[in-house]
């Protein structure tokens, strides 16, 4: 008897110490988490924030990339503010992020990653969001299009993840391949010129054809030069019309007004 209940007391310990060590580890992996859901305009309830928290640091976790949602009563520059966010959601280490910040305010929007998360959040993935908060934005609801959000990123992050979807890359990103190919392309075409020049130092340079004439093959009775034509190369004047820049990868910014 005596030994059936130590083996009930070492199992029951056992057991506690298995939930002990579950808790720590669960504690250990949300201290890892960031505040996802920052509602500095007080537009949510308690119940709308709490549950946009969870979703967001679940979705965060399962897919191992930040998804985060934040109101701002004001701001100099929406994209400025939002990139701010997700460059400090970005120190956790996850495979990139993307911040949906809102100001009801202002009404304006941005929707901006990171660069991570294999390329996934590229503009035509941002444009994709933005279509489908934007009319949830333009009707007040702004739980609402924050939980469009969170849904619609964990449903790219998914079906990208799975290989059901792959996003076209942008004219940008198209040219700078474009653009690095023909460096690469440049820069070997000289290393074989330059090698097959190497090849050629017997060939020196002569002032006359002298060498190339038989003794007495030739003779010249007398001299006279013509002249046959002309060619004349115009070069037009380059003008300035300005600069212009634009910044490219999967990570930026797509922003607008509701």
Same mark, same amino acid.
């Given at each position: 008897?005596?030994? !059936?209940?130590?083996? &009930? @007391?070492?199992?029951?310990?056992?057991?506690?110490?298995?939930?002990?060590?579950?808790?720590?580890?669960?504690?250990?992996?949300?201290?890892?988490?960031?505040?996802?859901?920052?509602?500095?305009?007080? +537009?949510?309830?308690?119940?709308?924030?709490?549950?946009? *928290?969870?979703?967001?640091?679940?979705?965060?976790? &399962?897919?191992?990339?930040?998804?985060?949602?934040?109101?701002?009563?004001?701001?100099?520059?929406?994209?400025?503010?939002?990139? *701010?966010? /997700?460059?400090?959601?970005?120190? #956790?280490?996850?495979?990139?992020?993307?911040?949906?910040?809102?100001?009801?305010?202002?009404?304006?929007?941005?929707? #901006?990653?990171?660069?991570?998360? $294999? $390329?996934?959040? *590229?503009?035509?993935?941002?444009?994709?969001?933005?279509?489908?908060?934007?009319?949830?934005?333009?009707?007040?609801? @702004?739980?609402? /299009?924050?939980?469009? %959000?969170?849904?619609?990123?964990?449903?790219?992050?998914?079906?990208?993840?799975?290989?059901?979807?792959?996003?076209?890359?942008? @004219?940008?990103?198209?040219?700078?391949?474009?653009?690095?190919?023909?460096?690469?392309?440049?820069?070997? /075409?000289?290393?074989?010129? !330059? +090698?097959?020049?190497?090849?050629?130092?017997?060939?020196?340079?002569?002032?006359? /054809?002298? *060498?190339?004439?038989?003794? $007495?093959?030739?003779?010249?009775? %007398?001299?006279?030069?013509? %002249?046959?034509?002309?060619?004349?190369?115009?070069?037009? &004047?380059?003008?300035?019309?300005?600069?212009?820049?634009? &910044?490219?990868?999967?990570?930026?910014?797509?922003? $607008?007004?509701?």
């Amino acid at each position: 008897m005596k030994i !059936f209940k130590t083996k &009930r @007391f070492f199992a029951l310990l056992l057991a506690l110490l298995m939930i002990s060590a579950s808790v720590v580890i669960v504690s250990a992996a949300e201290d890892n988490i960031p505040n996802l859901c920052i509602d500095n305009e007080g +537009i949510l309830s308690y119940d709308e924030y709490e549950y946009l *928290n969870s979703t967001l640091t679940e979705i965060s976790l &399962r897919q191992n990339c930040n998804v985060a949602v934040i109101t701002e009563h004001s701001f100099d520059d929406v994209e400025d503010c939002a990139e *701010n966010y /997700a460059a400090s959601y970005d120190k #956790t280490g996850r495979d990139g992020s993307i911040v949906l910040l809102v100001s009801a305010k202002e009404r304006k929007y941005s929707i #901006t990653s990171t660069d991570g998360v $294999g $390329g996934v959040f *590229n503009t035509d993935a941002r444009e994709e969001i933005e279509s489908v908060i934007l009319p949830y934005l333009k009707s007040d609801d @702004f739980y609402g /299009a924050m939980k469009a %959000f969170a849904s619609e990123c964990d449903s790219i992050l998914t079906s990208f993840g799975s290989g059901e979807r792959v996003y076209k890359k942008s @004219f940008v990103d198209i040219m700078i391949e474009i653009g690095i190919a023909l460096v690469i392309g440049i820069v070997l /075409a000289f290393i074989v010129v !330059f +090698i097959m020049r190497g090849q050629l130092k017997s060939v020196k340079f002569q002032p006359s /054809a002298s *060498n190339y004439l038989k003794d $007495g093959s030739f003779r010249l009775d %007398f001299q006279k030069d013509i %002249f046959l034509y002309r060619t004349v190369t115009r070069t037009a &004047r380059p003008k300035d019309n300005g600069s212009s820049s634009s &910044r490219s990868g999967s990570g930026g910014s797509t922003s $607008g007004s509701f």
